[in-house]
């Protein structure tokens, strides 16, 4: 019964099919991201100001990590600030409880992963997403300050994307602060030695980034930053966002 159907294609035709079923797919996956952009932009135009908080994932509860991470956030949550993080366990989780037990709301921007990251329970705020550059562009975004714990790839992922735009001048300038010294000087001392040492990149480049490691002067560095101009963007630097 079967071989007397007639065929719906042609082997001539069968390549063509599999192209446009190919590029609907795509035109699919844009709409999807157009979605994350507009989804994340409505829920998070009104948290202001906002910081952005990084670091590793892989950090349990009684780490010093975790600990520092925390007391920080909780310090920015009661100065004012929304605490952004991305949302999953480690310090992440730190950045999230601190600013959750704070006065200011706690922002966990959650990535769908193969081994799913689920999200810690500390979020006042949680937005998901898909694609990771969706989700670094809301990191930048809607942050006046970035603060970074140790951390992985993902981390140092999150800190030369922030360095990149200031430098670019695709953001505004906003304080980049790295929290343990210990932690991060052999980068630093990298930066000077090689990268500025052969002209990769500008002596002044490295004002970019400061090192503290107490937690009530990352709060004052960034309010010291903003002193006599306010956390709003300009309408200059509103049009640099747009364009971001």
């Given at each position: 019964?079967?071989?007397?159907?007639?065929?719906?294609?042609?082997?001539?035709?069968?390549?063509?099919?599999a192209?446009?079923?190919?590029?609907?797919?795509?035109?699919?996956?844009?709409?999807?991201?157009?979605?994350?952009?507009?989804?994340?932009?409505?829920?998070?135009?009104?948290?202001?100001?906002?910081?952005?908080?990084?670091?590793?994932?892989?950090m349990?509860?009684?780490?010093?990590y975790?600990?520092?991470?925390?007391?920080?956030?909780?310090?920015?949550?009661?100065?004012?600030?929304?605490?952004?993080?991305?949302?999953?366990?480690?310090v992440?989780?730190?950045?999230?409880?601190?600013?959750?037990?704070?006065?200011?709301?706690?922002?966990?921007?959650?990535?769908?992963?193969?081994?799913e990251?689920?999200?810690?329970?500390?979020?006042?705020?949680s937005?998901?997403?898909?694609?990771?550059?969706?989700?670094?562009?809301?990191?930048?975004?809607f942050?006046?300050?970035?603060?970074?714990?140790?951390?992985?790839?993902?981390?140092?992922?999150?800190?030369?994307?922030?360095?990149?735009?200031?430098?670019?001048?695709?953001?505004?300038?906003?304080?980049?602060?790295?929290?343990?010294?210990?932690?991060?000087?052999?980068?630093?001392?990298?930066?000077?030695?090689?990268?500025?040492?052969?002209?990769?990149?500008?002596?002044?480049?490295?004002?970019?980034?400061?090192?503290?490691?107490?937690?009530?002067?990352?709060?004052?560095?960034?309010?010291?930053?903003?002193?006599?101009?306010?956390?709003?963007?300009?309408?200059?630097?509103?049009?640099?966002?747009?364009?971001?």
């Amino acid at each position: 019964m079967r071989d007397k159907l007639p065929a719906l294609l042609t082997p001539s035709e069968e390549p063509e099919l599999a192209r446009r079923l190919q590029s609907a797919r795509e035109a699919w996956r844009v709409l999807e991201i157009m979605s994350e952009f507009i989804e994340s932009t409505e829920r998070l135009a009104s948290i202001s100001p906002a910081v952005s908080l990084f670091g590793s994932a892989r950090m349990p509860a009684d780490h010093a990590y975790y600990m520092l991470a925390e007391d920080i956030s909780r310090k920015l949550s009661d100065a004012g600030f929304a605490v952004i993080s991305g949302g999953g366990p480690g310090v992440m989780e730190a950045a999230n409880k601190g600013a959750f037990f704070g006065r200011s709301p706690s922002v966990g921007l959650n990535i769908q992963l193969p081994h799913e990251q689920h999200p810690n329970p500390y979020q006042d705020v949680s937005q998901s997403f898909r694609h990771f550059f969706a989700r670094k562009v809301a990191f930048v975004k809607f942050a006046v300050a970035y603060v970074v714990l140790p951390g992985g790839f993902g981390t140092l992922d999150e800190l030369f994307e922030a360095l990149t735009l200031v430098q670019t001048g695709k953001t505004r300038r906003m304080p980049i602060i790295l929290v343990r010294q210990a932690f991060w000087q052999g980068l630093i001392d990298w930066f000077r030695d090689r990268l500025v040492h052969e002209g990769m990149i500008s002596p002044e480049d490295m004002s970019l980034v400061q090192v503290i490691d107490d937690p009530a002067q990352v709060v004052s560095a960034i309010f010291d930053h903003y002193e006599g101009r306010g956390f709003a963007p300009s309408p200059q630097e509103r049009e640099i966002q747009l364009n971001l």
